[in-house]
């Protein structure tokens, strides 16, 4: 059997349609601040997505760039302004930060109700105990995908490969509140292959090129990648073996064009529930 594709192109494209159609029947736009400190070039091509993408869905979106020796200080200092500013809806400070900014004190600066990377601990927390937050962006990708391709997470055995703070963890909260049986396996895990071998919805989130193989994808499994590792000869590669994979899974993401065009049209959705939320608190 050949798995079935799951085209994360063409859900981001629904999905930020579907936001662009509710922000033009809203009597304001949303506003959006994204924070780069410093010139590195990766960055400074998903600082330019996100703000194409914002202003092509009828955001209003900022970009504020700032050199790479901008101090700490400064940097909260002008995270206090867009916490204070009522047009800014949301706030994302582009990771990595330069090493004279400790990024878990950027983090806790930036005001929660405008966290559209859901980092802050109080967003943490609100998902850890299964309360309303603002979720980070590629898991809540991760959930959409889903969703669209029809698999239902309840009751599931869901395997999440990986631990990090951005994706991994968050990943596994969410898909315990939606009713998953949920088990993260990682780096010290025993049994790896083992682990993938039982799951239903296998995510992995791990940061190495094709260390899923196909013998550790249960026959029909749902398979997430959501590595995007660049190889020696320039080309992107996910975190699963795809070839293998896809004659053994029920349905797969592609890498690239799977949960990447995700993540930032979640961060669209997360500054759309910002806005609505912070109107509705009256703030
Ligand atoms: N750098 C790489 N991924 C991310 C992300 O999800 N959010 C932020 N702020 N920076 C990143």
């Known amino acids: 059997m050949t798995a079935r594709l799951i085209d994360g192109k063409a859900v981001a494209a629904a999905l930020r349609a579907e936001l662009a159609a509710r922000v033009a ?24 997505n996100k703000d194409r993408a914002a202003a092509a869905a009828g955001f209003v979106a900022h970009t504020i760039r ?22 800014i809806d949301g ?5 990595p ?9 950027v983090i806790a600066a930036i005001d929660p109700a405008k966290d559209v990377d859901g980092f802050h601990p109080l967003n ?25 391709a029809g698999v239902a997470p309840r009751g599931a055995r869901a395997v999440v490969l990986g631990r990090s703070a951005i994706v991994g963890r968050p990943m596994a909260a969410l898909l315990l509140a ?13 049994d790896l292959a083992g682990e993938c071998r039982r799951a239903e919805i296998l995510v992995a989130a791990v940061g190495r090129a094709g260390l899923v193989r196909g013998d550790w994808i249960a026959p029909g499994a749902t ?5 995007i590792n660049r ?19 029920g349905a797969i993401t592609p890498v690239p064009g799977g949960v990447g065009p995700m993540t930032i049209a979640c961060l669209l959705e997360n500054t759309l529930t910002a806005a609505a939320g912070r109107r509705q608190a009256g703030r």
Do not use: K, W
């Open 25 to 48: 029947a809203l009597p304001y736009r949303p506003g959006l601040a994204v924070v780069l400190v410093g010139e590195d070039p990766a960055s400074a091509v998903y600082v330019r």
């Open 66 to 87: 700032l050199p790479a020796a901008t101090s700490e200080a400064a940097l909260l200092a002008e995270i206090a302004r867009l916490n204070a500013d009522p047009q």
């Open 91 to 95: 706030i994302l400070v582009q990771l």
């Open 97 to 105: 930060l330069p090493p004279q900014i400790a990024p878990a004190h």
């Open 124 to 148: 943490v927390g609100a998902l850890a105990s299964g309360r309303p937050g603002l979720v980070p962006c590629t898991p809540l990708g991760v959930m959409r995908l889903l969703a669209a």
């Open 178 to 190: 939606a009713d998953a049986t949920v088990t993260v396996a990682h780096s010290r895990s025993r």
């Open 223 to 227: 398979v997430i990648d959501v590595g």
């Open 231 to 249: 190889g020696a000869d320039g080309r992107l590669a996910g975190d699963v073996a795809f070839a293998e994979a896809r004659e053994v899974a």
